[in-house]
């Protein structure tokens, strides 16, 4: 019996001998090791989110605020109270005011990517002087499986004009760029003259940080104005009207009309404006309507003075 076991091991070793260390013999699994470096390996899962930096380049108009984002980065972060890590992404921007008053940029906003949509922030809102600008970041809190790819920074509510940026890949931005507008001319009256300087559409209204809702734009007229009353002579908003192409008349939203000073020659102020909101494509022929009181009614009585432009 020994010597019948003994010649069955002799028999195995000669034939694993025979199959060489390449070869597989009926009913072995291949040895795995050996296998070069450079051998092809694919796999089904997303690049890890934590330390990602997206380059973005981009820009947009929100609220009174003109925004040149630069980038995006994802980090993570765990909570010192319990060990949960949390997941957060940063844009970073350079925030231009360029309203004439100090705010935040603190509009309704999100992180939007497929089917989610990430509101929470964390950190206050960029807060920047009048015309002027600042590097700032908004961050967000998102869910670790956030698909990048599709990742869009959304600005605005969802009744007003809103901003899209995308952050993850090449897509068709919404930007809401302002619109100049050619307006030039002078409304002339014995005491007071306008001479137009440009206009301007936008999707929102700078001196009030008021974004506007959507299907709607602010048409500015900037002018300046030379007064030959004596004394600073301030005109109210309400003095000024705009005639709409159907016959309809708006009120001023915004204005910079004064104090105006002014002498018998006439002295000119540089730089007004006045604000109303209008369809977001107006076309047509407008005419602004300065009604004349106080020191502005001169001897001939006239008590309304028009300037007509076209869009």
Same mark, same amino acid.
């Given at each position: 019996?020994?010597?019948?076991?003994?010649?069955?091991?002799? +028999?195995?070793?000669?034939?694993? %001998?025979?199959?060489? /260390?390449? !070869?597989?013999?009926?009913?072995? =699994? *291949? $040895?795995?090791?050996?296998?070069?470096? +450079?051998?092809?390996?694919?796999? %089904?899962?997303?690049? /890890?989110? !934590?330390?990602?930096?997206?380059? =973005? *380049? $981009?820009?947009?108009?929100?609220?009174?605020?003109?925004?040149?984002?630069?980038?995006?980065?994802?980090?993570?972060?765990?909570?010192?109270?319990?060990?949960?890590?949390?997941?957060?992404?940063?844009?970073?921007?350079?925030?231009?005011?360029?309203?004439?008053?100090?705010?935040?940029?603190?509009?309704?906003?999100?992180?939007?990517?497929?089917?989610?949509?990430?509101?929470?922030?964390?950190?206050?809102?960029?807060?920047?002087?009048?015309?002027?600008?600042?590097?700032?970041?908004?961050?967000?809190?998102?869910?670790?499986?956030?698909?990048?790819?599709?990742?869009?920074?959304?600005?605005?509510?969802?009744?007003?004009?809103?901003?899209?940026?995308?952050?993850?890949?090449?897509?068709?931005?919404?930007?809401?760029?302002?619109?100049?507008?050619?307006?030039?001319?002078?409304?002339?009256?014995?005491?007071?003259?306008?001479?137009?300087?440009?206009?301007?559409?936008?999707?929102?209204?700078?001196?009030?940080?008021?974004?506007?809702?959507?299907?709607?734009?602010?048409?500015?007229?900037?002018?300046?104005?030379?007064?030959?009353?004596?004394?600073?002579?301030?005109?109210?908003?309400?003095?000024?009207?705009?005639?709409?192409?159907?016959?309809?008349?708006?009120?001023?939203?915004?204005?910079?009309?004064?104090?105006?000073?002014?002498?018998?020659?006439?002295?000119?102020?540089?730089?007004?404006?006045?604000?109303?909101?209008?369809?977001?494509?107006?076309?047509?022929?407008?005419?602004?309507?300065?009604?004349?009181?106080?020191?502005?009614?001169?001897?001939?009585?006239?008590?309304?003075?028009?300037?007509?432009?076209?869009?």
């Amino acid at each position: 019996m020994r010597r019948a076991v003994t010649m069955a091991m002799i +028999a195995m070793s000669l034939f694993a %001998t025979a199959c060489g /260390p390449g !070869d597989t013999a009926a009913g072995d =699994v *291949a $040895d795995p090791v050996g296998l070069s470096a +450079a051998d092809p390996t694919t796999t %089904t899962s997303r690049p /890890p989110l !934590d330390g990602r930096v997206l380059q =973005v *380049a $981009d820009e947009f108009w929100h609220s009174g605020f003109h925004v040149e984002v630069n980038k995006a980065e994802i980090f993570k972060s765990r909570s010192i109270y319990a060990s949960r890590i949390s997941y957060w992404i940063r844009v970073w921007g350079n925030f231009e005011n360029q309203g004439g008053v100090a705010a935040a940029f603190d509009p309704e906003m999100a992180i939007v990517a497929s089917d989610d949509s990430f509101t929470h922030r964390r950190g206050r809102p960029p807060a920047v002087l009048p015309a002027s600008s600042a590097l700032g970041y908004l961050t967000f809190l998102i869910s670790e499986d956030l698909d990048v790819e599709s990742a869009e920074l959304v600005i605005g509510g969802v009744t007003e004009s809103q901003v899209r940026i995308p952050l993850g890949s090449p897509g068709t931005a919404i930007r809401l760029e302002p619109a100049d507008v050619a307006v030039s001319g002078q409304l002339a009256t014995e005491l007071i003259d306008f001479d137009f300087t440009g206009a301007s559409l936008r999707h929102d209204i700078p001196h009030l940080h008021r974004q506007l809702e959507s299907g709607k734009r602010a048409l500015t007229l900037n002018f300046d104005v030379t007064s030959r009353v004596r004394g600073d002579v301030q005109i109210a908003p309400d003095d000024i009207a705009l005639i709409l192409p159907d016959g309809s008349i708006i009120e001023p939203v915004a204005a910079e009309l004064g104090p105006l000073p002014g002498d018998d020659d006439g002295i000119t102020t540089l730089d007004r404006f006045v604000s109303f909101v209008v369809d977001e494509k107006p076309t047509g022929r407008f005419t602004l309507r300065l009604a004349l009181d106080g020191f502005f009614v001169a001897e001939d009585g006239t008590t309304e003075a028009t300037f007509v432009f076209s869009l």
